[in-house]
Structures are given as C-alpha cells and as structure tokens.
C-alpha cells in the first residue's frame, strides 16, 4: 500500500521549495470570535494566497517534482476549480502544459483564473467526480501525468506547510479547524500536526451537502452521497478508500454546517472581519458561529482556505444577511 501522509521532514522542503512562489498568509486574532469561545480564536488567511487559495501551495510542490520527461509531457488535473488555480500557476512558472477539468458549474472566477495562466480548461463535467474522470481517461490518452486534487505525498506535503506557518507563530496553539472534501488539506496539515504537535486536536469542518468524509468515519466505509447544490463547491464530491484512511489516521472529530450557516459566515467575514471567503473557506468560521464548539481548548486557528467566490454570488449573500 502506497504511504498516503508526508513527513514533517517533506513538509518543510516544501516550505522551503515553495518560498518566493506562495505567499506567507496573515494568521490575525479575531476578537468577535475570541469572545464567541472563551478564549483566543485565530484566522488563518489562505484567501490571500496568490492564487486565492492554499492549493497553490500543493500544486507547486507536486508540479516542481516531476521529472523532466513527466514536465515534458504536460500535466492533467481535474479540480472544483481552486486546485486548478494552484497548478496552471505551477505550470506556468515551470513552463509545462497543463489541462484543467472542471465541473460545468464552476464558479467563473475559478475557471477564469485557470486560464488566464496559460492552461487548457474543459468544463463540459457534470460535477466533480466526473471531472476526474475524465482527467484520467485524458492522462490515459496522452501520456500527460495526472496531478491528484487531494492525494500524493509531495502534494500533501505542500498543503502541509499551512500548518508549519501556524505554529511558527502560534506554537502554544491547541485546536485546529479545518474544511474537509477530498483530504488534501487535512492530510498534509494533520501530518504536520501528528509528527510536530501530537496534542493539537484537529476537528474538520464540511456542508451538510458535502459530508462524504463524516459518513464515511461514521460508518467506517465509504458512503456514496448525493451531488447536490451547495456553497461550498471546493469540498464537493465522493471521497475514496485512501481519503477516508487519511480522515481516520488525523481527525480528532468532525463536523457538518448548513448551507444557511455557511452562507451567514461568508457575510460576517466580510462585513465583521474585511475577509473575502468562498463558501469552502468560511465553513470553519460558521462552525465556531454554532456554539456547537465551545469545548475546544483555546488557543484556536481556524484556516479560510480560499476567496475565490462570484462577485454576484457574494454581493447576493450580503444583500440576504443586511
């Protein structure tokens, strides 16, 4: 069985591999949300990466490793959209073709954001899963190597260094949130925090329309859900025997949020906090908003992973909350 979590040793080459490309994002102290839970609550910013979102940092990590014949070739990756941002950005600095699939119903902005770096979108997908699909019959076809959106160590280890940042700054740090779709994410940064800081508790976060990992953890098996409609786009989809294995080897628990408390938490990063969150990176933050984790010990950093949401979408959003 391939080994699925980086070391703490890979995550810091990627750190340092990464340096100059991704940007070091703010970890701020939210006052309203420190006095929501008893104690210190910090946000930590990846929707002002480079790319909007923290896979840039992954995708870097993972493109700059290819071999020469596999640079040559040109990647593939299918994407809810912010994975691809963070490899047509790789592939553009490294000079490689790369093919993005996407679903049909991708945010615009995502879609936009990929091609202006230079890579190929195809957004005939019905959703997400079918995305990767036929990202993989097109490596089949091409030779092109595929660029996994939530597996791989040098992807994870990229992801990962989200966490290094963290506890850089905030090494008393206790509880961690982090959104969960496919466990790319969640496995570089719970690698981090198992080799580095065993103590942390590191709770995920999902919509209740996207909660392919909690089913699965209930059940101890993978659970096929429903493709249905929801803000947060960037954690849609099925999750798969290695995902799930992932889920079990670094998640203290797990929670849902409903789409009216994620909508509500996008609003309030803006209007409360100046932070600009797609529906994926507010989930955290709506959780914290329940009241359901009054538990957790403080310290706390929550990561908003990206802000790559329509402006109509947003403005839409804020005009329901006022």
Not at 8 to 26: D, H, L
Not at 50 to 58: K, V
Not at 86 to 111: D, H, M, Y
């Amino acid at each position: 069985m391939p080994r699925l979590l980086p070391s703490a040793t890979e995550i810091r080459e990627a750190a340092g591999r990464i340096q100059g490309v991704a940007v070091r994002t703010p970890l701020r102290k939210s006052t309203a949300l420190s006095a929501l839970a008893g104690g210190d609550v910090y946000l930590k910013i990846e929707s002002e990466q480079l790319t909007g979102s923290f896979n840039l940092r992954g995708g870097f990590n993972a493109v700059s490793l290819l071999s020469a014949g596999e640079r040559a070739r040109g990647i593939v990756a299918s994407s809810a959209g912010n994975h691809g941002l963070g490899v047509a950005e790789a592939a553009q600095r490294l000079g490689v073709s790369a093919t993005i699939f996407v679903p049909r119903n991708a945010p615009a902005v995502k879609k936009e954001g990929i091609a202006r770096r230079g890579a190929r979108v195809i957004d005939d997908a019905v959703d997400y899963d079918d995305a990767m699909v036929r990202a993989r019959a097109f490596a089949g076809e091409t030779g092109a190597t595929f660029v996994h959106p939530c597996l791989g160590v040098p992807l994870l280890a990229g992801q990962g260094t989200v966490a290094v940042e963290v506890l850089e700054e905030l090494p008393d740090l206790q509880s961690m949130l982090v959104c969960v779709g496919g466990g790319g994410l969640l496995g570089g940064v719970g690698a981090f925090l198992l080799s580095e800081a065993p103590h942390v508790r590191l709770i995920g976060v999902q919509s209740e329309r996207t909660d392919a990992m909690s089913r699965a953890l209930e059940a101890g098996r993978v659970i096929e859900i429903e493709n249905l409609p929801t803000l947060a786009d960037g954690l849609a989809g099925q999750v798969d025997d290695d995902a799930l294995a992932i889920g079990q080897a670094t998640l203290e628990s797990i929670m849902t949020v409903t789409e009216e408390e994620i909508a509500s938490a996008i609003a309030w990063l803006w209007l409360a906090e100046g932070i600009r969150a797609e529906g994926s990176g507010a989930v955290c933050v709506a959780a914290l908003r329940t009241g359901r984790l009054r538990h957790l010990v403080p310290p706390i950093a929550a990561i908003i992973s990206g802000g790559n949401i329509d402006e109509q979408r947003l403005q839409g959003i804020l005009a329901a909350a006022t």
